[in-house]
């Protein structure tokens, strides 16, 4: 039996969630534990698309060249309607982002690649482990498990559930999964096409059954999704004869799966919770929300969740993040659930109505909506690089004085600095990689830098980077503090404020935490303060 005293967060269920969360944490030194009640990994791909904001937050981890590698990279979708008429191409290619694409990988290699990435973070998953309840000690939780070996209790300071629809934890602490079942059915099949459709694009048929989608993956693959007409049920056998019959008769008989390597039913849900917090209880992932998979967005929104959580939650284990803190996770990520479900909500019931004013919308609304813009905002929405957090308690609002600032709470945009000894370029994310809060000091004078310096250094975890637009180099620069040009003052106009000697942090999700003037300290006092300064904090906390 596994004696885990000292664990500091329990994390259930090694999907791809709960393996990033954990991998967050542990990056952090915090001592996780991952639960996984299966024996082994799971052999059969669901999720496929990664979405730009994933694989920008893959790149803070050093996982997003693997990722890129062993995937499949397409410019968008295809829709197409009646008699096959091309009705709207969605693009990915003008986003601004470093990565202007969707990523095809099958869910298996994705789990595969945060697996080894585990692994070299030093975290077991320990197979055949499953939760079995949970309940409030002292000061932390006490939980009960099945292993391999038997049964058996331990204790931790914090629990996520990041264990799928069914979710014990998020019945343990009794929250709803509001929702219902969509009436139709799916059938699913990874085969070899041909004639191959274009391999740059997904493809959309919306036909008189429902609609039919080939998504082209690694090494020549083609994933087909159909919807089943009539009543089908869910486990009724999945062949590939069935999608032959659809293809026939959507008139579509002309591509040609063949070789399938795996057929399956399947049925759709739009559920989630209200809360994704009680007290020492975290839910991420499909514990949190399930919907349709029209867009892409299931997988992505549980990984934006477990990024979002790990740094907050590191903070809290090591004794310097506060309720507040723990409680933004809630605040920022129950609107980007709900926002995903409506948008999911919509996709499906437009693409698979059959008569009505859905089906009038999309043959002759959408083509001119997507030559006005619309599908352009569509793959902004989709890639998920629009998610910010304006309104949280984890960002100090500011007022925006020239459109190209971002806003605090917005999505730090990719941006280059160049070392100040070397010239050499580098990313502005990679500031981020060793997962901790950075603070940029734009300046080229000399302001009092003595009450700022104290103000910030209230906070542990803080890396400090000076970004100089021309060559003078500030008095106060520490040693092991980066000094960054910024040649056409572009990182400054962004996140700082050209007309001030000015500070900007970022948060280790990507978010502008907040920004302002070198000499007016008092409101970032108190901003990190309430994050990051109530020692108390343990003793505050309730129970599940
Ligand atoms: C057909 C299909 C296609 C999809 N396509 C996409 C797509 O293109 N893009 C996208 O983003 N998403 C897609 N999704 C959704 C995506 O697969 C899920 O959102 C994703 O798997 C959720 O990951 P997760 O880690 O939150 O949960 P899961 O992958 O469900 O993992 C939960 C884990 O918890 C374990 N567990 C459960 N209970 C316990 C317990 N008590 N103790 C220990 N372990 C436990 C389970 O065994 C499981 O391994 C698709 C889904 C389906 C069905």
Redesign the pocket.
């Known amino acids: 039996m596994r004696s885990s005293r000292g664990t500091e967060v329990m994390v259930?269920?090694?999907?791809?969630?709960?393996?990033l969360l954990s991998a967050e944490l542990a990056r952090r030194d915090v001592r996780v534990r991952l639960?996984?009640?299966?024996t082994g990994p799971?052999e059969h791909s669901?999720?496929?698309?990664?979405?730009p904001r994933t694989m920008e937050m893959l790149e803070s981890l050093g996982l997003v060249d693997e990722f890129i590698g062993q995937g499949h990279r397409v410019h968008g979708g295809k829709i197409y309607g009646r008699e096959q008429r091309l009705l709207a191409t969605m693009d990915f290619r003008d986003l601004p982002t470093r990565y202007p694409f969707m990523l095809l990988l099958p869910?298996t290699r994705t789990e595969a690649i945060l697996r080894n990435a585990l692994e070299e973070s030093g975290v077991d998953i320990e197979w055949g482990?499953?939760?079995?309840g949970f309940c409030a000690e002292k000061a932390g939780l006490g939980v009960r498990?099945t292993t391999t070996a038997g049964s058996q209790e331990d204790s931790c300071g914090y629990l996520v559930g990041?264990?799928?629809?069914?979710?014990?934890?998020r019945k343990g602490v009794g929250l709803e999964f509001a929702g219902a079942a969509y009436q139709q059915n799916?059938l699913?099949a990874d085969v070899t096409l041909e004639p191959r459709l274009d391999p740059e694009f997904m493809h959309l048929f919306a036909c008189p059954t429902g609609p039919i989608l080939f998504f082209p993956l690694p090494e020549r693959v083609w994933r087909i999704?159909a919807m089943r007409p009539g009543t089908a049920s869910d486990a009724a056998q999945a062949k590939l004869e069935e999608i032959l019959g659809l293809l026939e008769m959507n008139q579509l008989s002309h591509l040609r799966p063949h070789h399938p390597l795996w057929v399956?039913g399947?049925s759709?849900h739009h559920r989630r919770v209200d809360h994704v917090r009680r007290g020492r209880v975290f839910l991420?992932?499909?514990?949190a929300h399930?919907h349709s998979?029209a867009g892409?967005?299931?997988?992505?929104?549980?990984l934006g969740d477990a990024m979002n959580l790990g740094w907050k939650l590191a903070l809290a284990v090591k004794g310097s993040g506060t309720e507040t803190l723990l409680d933004s996770y809630e605040t920022e990520r129950i609107p980007v659930i709900a926002g995903v479900l409506e948008l999911t909500d919509r996709l499906t019931r437009v693409m698979t109505a059959k008569a009505g004013p859905a089906v009038w919308l999309r043959e002759w609304v959408l083509p001119v909506a997507a030559k006005l813009g619309a599908n352009r905002k569509m793959a902004q929405r989709l890639s998920q690089l629009t998610i910010n957090y304006p309104h949280s308690p984890a960002v100090l609002p500011d007022a925006r004085r020239s459109p190209r600032m971002i806003p605090a709470g917005g999505r730090i945009p990719p941006l280059v600095l160049q070392n100040a000894e070397t010239g050499q370029e580098v990313q502005l994310m990679d500031l981020l990689s060793r997962g901790r809060l950075v603070v940029l000091v734009f300046t080229d004078g000399e302001p009092p830098m003595e009450s700022f310096r104290k103000t910030v250094a209230t906070v542990g975890s803080m890396d400090w980077h000076w970004v100089i637009s021309s060559g003078k180099k500030h008095k106060d620069i520490r040693s092991g503090e980066g000094v960054w040009r910024d040649r056409e003052g572009l990182v400054r106009a962004v996140l700082g404020d050209p007309e001030q000697e000015s500070w900007a942090i970022l948060r280790p999700d990507g978010i502008l935490m907040g920004r302002g003037e070198i000499c007016e300290t008092r409101l970032l006092g108190e901003f990190l303060h309430r994050l990051f300064g109530d020692s108390e904090r343990n003793s505050n906390v309730s129970g599940p």
Do not use: Y
């Open positions: 259930v269920g090694a999907g791809p969630t709960g393996m639960l996984e009640k299966r799971a669901r999720a496929l698309g990664v979405m869910q482990t499953e939760l079995k498990l990041c264990d799928g629809s069914h979710s014990l934890v799916w699913l999704v399956a399947f759709i991420c992932g499909d514990a399930i998979p892409g967005q299931g997988m992505n929104t549980g």
